[in-house]
């Protein structure tokens, strides 16, 4: 299986800042005709503006990348942006989702903007396409489209106790359009008394023959929130994932031990390219890359 190797990685986005609470990272990368497009996540800490833009990004060799755009927070009305999905349809149109915070809440709902272009997102067009509710915050989608049957992992948060809000299990969704999602239950759960007991959201999803194989960030407590860990899941059905092993399978060297939001891109070479966030020495995080060559890891 692919897993990431930091020692092997290269800098593909650096935070804003160099100190604890300013964060590249919650990456989304597609393949398109010309080159490799990248939508990123930029944060400041709790206070000062937490995920303040979502980035869209060009890149020929899939490691420099030039800025297109960015998304601030105040145009779609979120206290805080994380995680966006980039995808491009079987149409070649483009789609972001982009995971928005509602003001004053620990909810979260997810938003669409589509466009002919990774240049041309419009946040101001931007529609719900999942709300969440009272109970449910949902966030983070990890989306796939295979065949004309659109598949979905999302992380979802319990609301009715504020203070459990950063518990989290993703749950399975497909569609027929990427837009009006129905929902079959939760995917993947934390398990009691292991590393990743207090959540578990889905990354990437790949497909081998009949078994699927999940990457997830996980966590053990409510303190290791925005430092987790990566493990692996798999199974023969979307909406029913087993973890792999007793201890996460990629973290970073580096105090925090954070490595999270993995994404793996298939080339047309038969490579794959990874990207990933994870902790430096100095707190902050940083968004990594890095080229494997089969799924062997």
């Given amino acids: 299986m692919l897993l990431p190797r930091p020692e092997e990685s290269e800098l593909a986005i650096a935070p804003p800042v160099a100190e604890p609470g300013y964060w590249a990272g919650a990456p989304s990368a597609v393949v398109g005709d010309d080159a490799i497009y990248l939508a990123y996540r930029m944060r400041r800490p709790v206070g000062r503006g937490r995920g303040y833009g979502v980035s869209v990004a060009r890149s020929e060799d899939g490691v420099h990348f030039e ?26 149109s483009w789609r972001l ?17 589509e466009a002919a272009h990774p240049s041309e997102f419009d946040a101001l067009t931007s529609q719900i396409v999942l709300p969440g509710d009272a109970k449910t915050g949902v966030k983070d989608p990890v989306i796939t489209c295979r065949d004309g049957l659109w598949e979905l992992w999302a992380s979802c948060h319990p609301l009715a106790d504020p203070d459990e809000a950063d518990q989290m299990v993703s749950d399975y969704a497909t569609s027929v359009d990427g837009k009006e999602w129905t929902w079959h239950g939760t995917a993947l759960n934390g398990r009691p008394g292991y590393w990743d007991s207090r959540g578990t959201r889905v990354t990437a999803v790949m497909y081998s023959g009949d078994t699927i194989v999940a990457y997830y960030d996980g ?73 494997q060559s089969g799924l062997a890891g």
């Fill in 219 to 291: 966590r053990a407590s409510a303190a290791e929130n925005y430092e987790e860990r990566t493990g692996i899941a798999t199974g023969t059905e979307p909406a029913a994932l087993t973890p792999i092993g007793n201890a996460p399978s990629a973290e970073s060297p580096y105090a925090g031990r954070g490595l999270r939001y993995l994404d793996i891109l298939p080339l047309s070479n038969g490579r794959y390219r990874l990207y990933y966030e994870m902790t430096r020495p100095d707190g902050s995080h940083e968004l990594r890359t890095e080229l």
């Fill in 97 to 113: 989702y982009l995971s928005c915070a509602t003001p004053g809440t620990k909810h979260w709902r997810v938003e669409l903007v």
């Fill in 67 to 92: 800025p297109l755009l960015t998304i601030g927070r105040e145009l779609v009305g979120t206290e805080s942006l994380e995680r966006p999905s980039l995808m491009r349809t079987e149409s070649g």
